[in-house]
């Protein structure tokens, strides 16, 4: 499902990501273990097609990311470590925003609410996004990242800011969605809360896995 060899990102006067390579299978959830600042976050926007690496080459369900990012958005979800929401939007016009960010056309309704119903935010379509919990929240986010039915899910320290218990309920839908086909790679410092659904990781350290 993804693909990466030889890859190499570089800021000015550092190297961000050092000749890394690995593949991750369909269906898996990877957890990209690191401490802060090991090139995580770097990684992540490299594999959807948000920053062009130096050198190597990244394949996305058959897709060069690389060569063509925007076809790779159609088969990739992605919630950044500070995702942004509109507070004065209901929940159903965030997530149809996103839909059509994304280039849906058609079946707009339905596709906002099979989103929410695996969300559990369908009793919460008509509050506005400023009335939620962090976790409430969060779910919303991730059904922006997902509203278009990607192959792949990339989440950026999505627990972060969390209570136990939406942790434990971040856990569980992770696991869901895993079920439903799709393939995650989640990033986390904290490797107790990965136990619950990964079944695959990644560690990286200076840019090296």
Known sequence: MIEVKDLIFEYPGQRAIDDVGFFIERDSVTALVGPNGAGKTTL??????????????????????????????????????????????HVQQCLRYAAEANGMTSDLTDSVAQTAARLGLTDRLNQRVGELSRGLRQRVAIGQAMIHNPRVLVLDEPASGLDPEARHDLAELFKVLQVSGM?????????????????????IRDGRI
């Open 183 to 203: 393939t995650l790679l989640v990033s986390s410092h904290i490797l107790a809360e990965l136990e619950t659904y990964a079944t695959e990781m990644l560690v």
């Open 44 to 89: 992540m926007r490299c594999l959807c097609g948000l920053e062009r690496p130096l050198s190597g080459t990244i394949v996305v369900d058959g897709i060069d990311v690389v060569e063509q990012p925007r076809r790779s958005h159609e088969r990739i979800g992605y919630l950044s470590d500070f995702f942004g929401l509109y507070d004065d939007l």
